[in-house]
Every structure is written in C-alpha cells, then in structure tokens.
C-alpha cells in the first residue's frame, strides 16, 4: 500500500473531525461541507486502497472544491476554516496526482 493512500485517508478524516471543531460550529454551511466532503474522500480513499481507477479522479475533484469552496464568502468569515479548507484541499489533490502517477 502506497503512503499517499494513506495520507489521504487521514485528511479525510481530518476534515470530518474539524467539521466539528470550535471554530466551525456557529457556521452550519462549513460543518455540512466540511462532514460530507470528508466521507466523501474518506470513502473514496477507501476505494483507491482497492485500486477502483475512477476514485482518484472522484478525491481529486474533491480536493479542488474543498480548496475553491475556502474562498467562499460565507466560508471566509473565519480565517482558521479559510487556511485549514485550503491547505486540506491542496494536499488531497497533491496526494491524488502523486497516486494516480503510480498508477
């Protein structure tokens, strides 16, 4: 099992559990995103462990609309969800292309 496969699991998890973090509670948009997306990559991470090809394209999706979605306005008003949102979805896309490369 490569490590990327790995690492993107942990940042799916990562995302579901800041869902619920103090600096995301009083903003219902952000925790839905960030708790569904999270499942989402979570699930599909699952799926690339298994070598299911179009999962990879389904993370990376993910991780490009989890980076665009920080730029929001309704997701601005918080700085720490702005950075954390970003630097998550950079990283999953990251972890996706490295993957999918080795493919």
Do not use: E
Not at 52 to 65: Q, R, T, Y
Not at 95 to 101: A, F, N, Y
């Amino acid at each position: 099992m490569r490590w990327q496969k790995i690492v993107t699991l942990i940042l799916g998890l990562w995302f579901v559990i800041s869902a619920f973090l103090p600096y995301i509670l009083g903003m219902p948009a952000d925790l839905w995103n960030n708790f569904f997306v999270g499942i989402l990559v979570i699930i599909f991470g699952l799926l690339m462990i298994r070598h299911v090809n179009f999962s990879v394209v389904v993370i990376i999706l993910s991780g490009i609309w989890i980076s665009v979605i920080s730029f929001v306005p309704v997701f601005i008003t918080k700085a720490g969800n702005m950075v954390n949102s970003l630097l998550v979805g950079i990283l999953i896309v990251i972890m996706s292309l490295i993957q999918r490369k080795q493919v």
